[in-house]
């Protein structure tokens, strides 16, 4: 099993670009998230989908969306990316049924915004 | 919605030695406490969890303890070794769909 994984690794866009994050995961788990991860500010969620068909806001979701494409896929857009979206995001999953909360990540994506 | 407090934020030790890494949570409600250990490049791995019917679970060399009526819980690593070095990170579950994050810990381990 490759568990979670995301493309690209790395990115560099201009202020304004627009790109697609991908994120896929094999362990048939019902939810996925997605976090962004700055120093000292730790990880942020920024959208999740609780089970395939729904998604929902997390703490950040400002400059974001999502698509849930099926119950493997879930890819995070910028539609116009700013320099305060340079980050390391990454995508998680978990099985969130019969108490099974244990998030695996996935090893992240490190965009740049200049 | 629930809040993690996480201290200290960053730890040095010497290999051999033990360390505490602490954390407060708000919502009683929360029923699940994870910690996750991120090494360089690499995104979290589980580490070892407790849930709220449990005061303490041990792993080897780690183990966490759980205060509800304080609302905190704390990750101790003994003997500790280089290889330990990384950020922690501890969470809480309360119910939804979500984990609540701290803003995590670095800890060093010298030789």
């Known amino acids: 099993n490759a568990g979670v994984t995301q493309t690209p690794k790395f990115q560099v866009l201009k202020t304004g670009q627009s790109m697609t994050l991908q994120c896929a995961q094999d362990m048939n788990h019902n939810s996925m998230y997605w976090y962004r991860q700055d120093p000292g500010m730790g990880l942020r969620l920024i959208y999740y989908?609780?089970?395939?068909?729904?998604?929902d806001k997390g703490e950040v979701p400002n400059g974001y969306n999502v698509s849930r494409l099926n119950k493997r896929e879930f890819s995070l857009r910028l539609e116009s990316a700013a320099p305060s979206q340079t980050s390391v995001y990454f995508c998680?999953?978990?099985?969130?049924?019969?108490?099974?909360?244990?998030?695996?990540f996935g090893p992240g994506t490190r965009l740049t915004v200049t | 919605g629930e809040n993690v407090e996480q201290h200290p934020s960053t730890l040095s030790v010497q290999e051999g030695d033990s360390a505490v890494i602490k954390c407060t949570y708000s919502d009683s409600a929360s029923n699940y406490f994870p910690w996750y250990k991120q090494e360089l490049g690499k995104g979290p791995q589980l580490i070892i969890d407790?849930?709220?019917?449990?005061g303490e679970k041990k792993d080897q060399r780690i183990a966490v303890t759980l205060n509800k009526t304080a609302k905190h819980f704390s990750l101790h690593i003994t003997e500790t070794q280089p290889e330990d070095s990384a950020v922690y990170f501890c969470?809480?579950?309360?119910?939804?769909?979500?984990?609540?994050f701290g803003k995590g810990t670095m800890l060093l381990v010298s030789p």
């Open positions: 989908s609780a089970s395939e068909g729904t998604t």
């Open positions: 969470a809480a579950h309360s119910g939804y769909s979500t984990l609540t």
């Open positions: 407790i849930r709220s019917n449990v």
């Open positions: 998680a999953s978990s099985e969130n049924l019969r108490e099974d909360y244990e998030q695996y």
